[in-house]
C-alpha cells in the first residue's frame, strides 16, 4: 500500500509497527517533520487514513484559495463595470 506524503511538509512517511502491551500496532510517521497519526491496530487502514489527510489538506487549500480569490473577483467585476460606464 501506497503512503503519500505528509500533509504538512511534504516529506517521506512511513508505516511503523509498534508493539504496545500485548498486541501490535501501526503508525504512519513522516521522516521529516515527524508528524505522525495516531495508533491504529490495522495497519491499511492507518495508511488510508494518512492518505486522507493529504487530500483533506489538498481540499483546504483550494477552499482557501477560492475565499481568497473571491473577492478578487467581486473587485475586477466593479472595477470592469466602473471602467465600461456601467453602474451596477
Ligand atoms: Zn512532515
Given at each position: 500500500m501506497k503512503l503519500e506524503k505528509c500533509p504538512c511538509c511534504l516529506g517521506?512517511?512511513?508505516?511503523?509497527?509498534?508493539?504496545?502491551?500485548?498486541?501490535?500496532m501501526w503508525q504512519v510517521t513522516c521522516t521529516s517533520c515527524g508528524l505522525s497519526s495516531e495508533l491504529d491496530d490495522d495497519k491499511v487502514f492507518s495508511a488510508e487514513r494518512w492518505n486522507k489527510r493529504l487530500e483533506r489538506s489538498r481540499l483546504k487549500m483550494w477552499v482557501t484559495l477560492l475565499a481568497a480569490f473571491i473577492p478578487?473577483?467581486?473587485?475586477?467585476a466593479f472595477l470592469a463595470g466602473s471602467f465600461l460606464g456601467l453602474r451596477l
Open positions: 517521506e512517511a512511513e508505516l511503523a509497527e509498534l508493539a504496545v502491551g500485548n498486541s501490535e478578487f473577483l467581486v473587485v475586477s
